[in-house]
Protein backbone atom coordinates (compact mmCIF):
# COMPACT_ATOMS: atom_id res chain seq x y z
CA UNK A 1 0.00 0.00 0.00
CA UNK A 2 3.05 2.17 0.16
CA UNK A 3 2.38 3.46 -3.67
CA UNK A 4 -1.98 4.22 -3.07
CA UNK A 5 -2.23 8.31 -3.02
CA UNK A 6 -4.93 10.27 -0.35
CA UNK A 7 -7.70 12.90 -0.79
CA UNK A 8 -8.95 14.24 2.10
CA UNK A 9 -11.53 11.57 2.76
CA UNK A 10 -10.08 7.99 0.59
CA UNK A 11 -7.24 5.98 0.14
CA UNK A 12 -7.10 5.25 -3.35
CA UNK A 13 -4.67 3.60 -6.57
CA UNK A 14 -6.52 3.80 -9.21
CA UNK A 15 -4.60 3.33 -12.52
CA UNK A 16 -6.03 2.39 -16.29
CA UNK A 17 -4.43 1.17 -19.44
CA UNK A 18 -5.71 3.47 -21.84
CA UNK A 19 -5.50 3.32 -25.67
CA UNK A 20 -6.70 6.07 -28.11
CA UNK A 21 -6.66 6.50 -31.87
CA UNK A 22 -6.72 8.91 -34.65
CA UNK A 23 -9.65 9.34 -36.69
CA UNK A 24 -10.25 6.59 -39.12
CA UNK A 25 -6.80 4.93 -38.01
CA UNK A 26 -4.81 6.99 -39.50
CA UNK A 27 -1.53 6.80 -39.48
CA UNK A 28 -1.32 10.38 -38.34
CA UNK A 29 1.11 10.19 -35.33
CA UNK A 30 4.39 10.64 -36.88
CA UNK A 31 7.14 13.58 -37.18
CA UNK A 32 6.36 17.02 -35.44
CA UNK A 33 2.63 15.23 -34.39
CA UNK A 34 4.86 12.77 -32.42
CA UNK A 35 7.18 14.76 -31.63
CA UNK A 36 4.76 17.18 -29.37
CA UNK A 37 1.72 15.04 -28.57
CA UNK A 38 3.65 13.47 -25.30
CA UNK A 39 4.08 16.97 -23.81
CA UNK A 40 0.44 18.01 -25.03
CA UNK A 41 -0.83 14.95 -23.08
CA UNK A 42 1.12 15.14 -20.04
CA UNK A 43 0.23 19.18 -19.58
CA UNK A 44 -3.66 18.25 -19.49
CA UNK A 45 -3.53 15.59 -17.81
CA UNK A 46 -1.43 17.13 -15.20
CA UNK A 47 -4.52 20.29 -14.87
CA UNK A 48 -6.93 17.04 -14.07
CA UNK A 49 -4.03 15.73 -11.14
CA UNK A 50 -3.69 12.70 -13.27
CA UNK A 51 -0.33 11.13 -13.32
CA UNK A 52 0.98 9.60 -16.40
CA UNK A 53 2.96 6.42 -15.61
CA UNK A 54 3.71 5.33 -18.92
CA UNK A 55 3.45 6.27 -22.33
CA UNK A 56 3.89 5.62 -26.21
CA UNK A 57 2.90 6.67 -29.42
CA UNK A 58 2.93 4.57 -31.82
CA UNK A 59 2.14 6.11 -35.77
CA UNK A 60 -1.68 4.97 -35.50
CA UNK A 61 -2.62 4.54 -31.78
CA UNK A 62 -1.14 6.25 -28.13
CA UNK A 63 -0.71 3.99 -25.70
CA UNK A 64 -1.18 5.66 -22.02
CA UNK A 65 -1.11 3.68 -17.84
CA UNK A 66 -3.08 6.54 -16.02
CA UNK A 67 -3.41 7.14 -12.31
CA UNK A 68 -6.36 8.51 -12.13
CA UNK A 69 -8.30 10.28 -9.03
CA UNK A 70 -11.58 8.72 -7.94
CA UNK A 71 -13.45 12.14 -8.01
CA UNK A 72 -12.77 12.09 -11.97
CA UNK A 73 -14.31 9.53 -14.15
CA UNK A 74 -12.54 7.90 -16.88
CA UNK A 75 -14.89 9.15 -19.27
CA UNK A 76 -14.47 12.34 -18.50
CA UNK A 77 -10.96 12.05 -18.46
CA UNK A 78 -10.32 10.55 -21.48
CA UNK A 79 -13.08 13.41 -23.09
CA UNK A 80 -11.06 16.29 -21.74
CA UNK A 81 -7.77 14.34 -22.89
CA UNK A 82 -9.53 14.10 -26.28
CA UNK A 83 -10.94 17.11 -26.51
CA UNK A 84 -8.70 19.45 -25.80
CA UNK A 85 -5.33 17.79 -27.23
CA UNK A 86 -7.18 17.51 -30.55
CA UNK A 87 -7.40 21.48 -30.46
CA UNK A 88 -3.79 21.90 -29.35
CA UNK A 89 -2.82 19.24 -32.02
CA UNK A 90 -4.63 21.27 -34.86
CA UNK A 91 -3.19 24.62 -33.89
CA UNK A 92 -0.09 23.89 -33.08
CA UNK A 93 1.49 20.59 -35.20
CA UNK A 94 -0.92 20.82 -37.67
CA UNK A 95 -0.94 24.15 -38.21
CA UNK A 96 -4.85 24.35 -38.71
CA UNK A 97 -4.17 21.24 -42.23
CA UNK A 98 -7.64 19.58 -41.64
CA UNK A 99 -7.44 15.99 -41.36
CA UNK A 100 -10.81 14.85 -40.88
CA UNK A 101 -12.99 18.50 -40.20
CA UNK A 102 -11.44 19.72 -36.63
CA UNK A 103 -12.01 16.60 -35.29
CA UNK A 104 -8.86 14.68 -34.63
CA UNK A 105 -9.29 11.41 -32.22
CA UNK A 106 -11.83 8.73 -33.37
CA UNK A 107 -14.91 8.54 -31.29
CA UNK A 108 -14.46 5.64 -28.65
CA UNK A 109 -11.19 4.53 -26.63
CA UNK A 110 -9.93 1.40 -25.08
CA UNK A 111 -9.75 1.17 -21.39
CA UNK A 112 -9.12 -1.80 -18.64
CA UNK A 113 -7.78 -1.58 -15.45
CA UNK A 114 -4.18 -1.75 -14.41
CA UNK A 115 -4.84 -3.97 -11.19
CA UNK A 116 -2.16 -6.12 -9.60
CA UNK A 117 -0.44 -6.65 -13.35
CA UNK A 118 0.59 -3.28 -13.28
CA UNK A 119 4.43 -3.77 -14.21
CA UNK A 120 3.71 -6.10 -17.24
CA UNK A 121 1.47 -3.72 -18.75
CA UNK A 122 4.12 -0.81 -18.46
CA UNK A 123 6.49 -2.91 -19.32
CA UNK A 124 4.42 -3.60 -22.65
CA UNK A 125 3.69 0.06 -23.15
CA UNK A 126 7.68 0.64 -23.04
CA UNK A 127 8.17 -2.08 -25.63
CA UNK A 128 5.23 -2.17 -27.89
CA UNK A 129 7.54 -1.05 -30.60
CA UNK A 130 10.08 -3.77 -30.58
CA UNK A 131 7.15 -6.40 -30.24
CA UNK A 132 4.77 -5.04 -33.04
CA UNK A 133 8.38 -5.04 -35.90
CA UNK A 134 8.97 -8.61 -34.80
CA UNK A 135 12.41 -7.27 -33.12
CA UNK A 136 12.04 -9.38 -29.70
CA UNK A 137 9.48 -10.84 -27.20
CA UNK A 138 8.58 -10.55 -23.67
CA UNK A 139 8.27 -12.86 -21.46
CA UNK A 140 4.55 -12.08 -19.91
CA UNK A 141 4.53 -14.20 -16.81
CA UNK A 142 4.52 -13.01 -13.59
CA UNK A 143 8.43 -13.03 -12.21
CA UNK A 144 8.34 -15.54 -8.69
Not at 38 to 61: A, S, T, Y
Not at 94 to 99: A, F, T
Request: with cysteine; hydrophobic share 35%; aromatic share 10%.
Amino acid sequence: MDDWQSLSHVRWDCKYHIVIVPKYRKKALYGKVRREIGPILRDLCRQKEVEVLEGHVMPDHVHMCLSIPPKHSVSYIIGFIKGKSAVRIHRGALNYKKLTGLHFWATGYCVSTVGLNEETIRNYIRHQEKLESGQGTLDFTEND
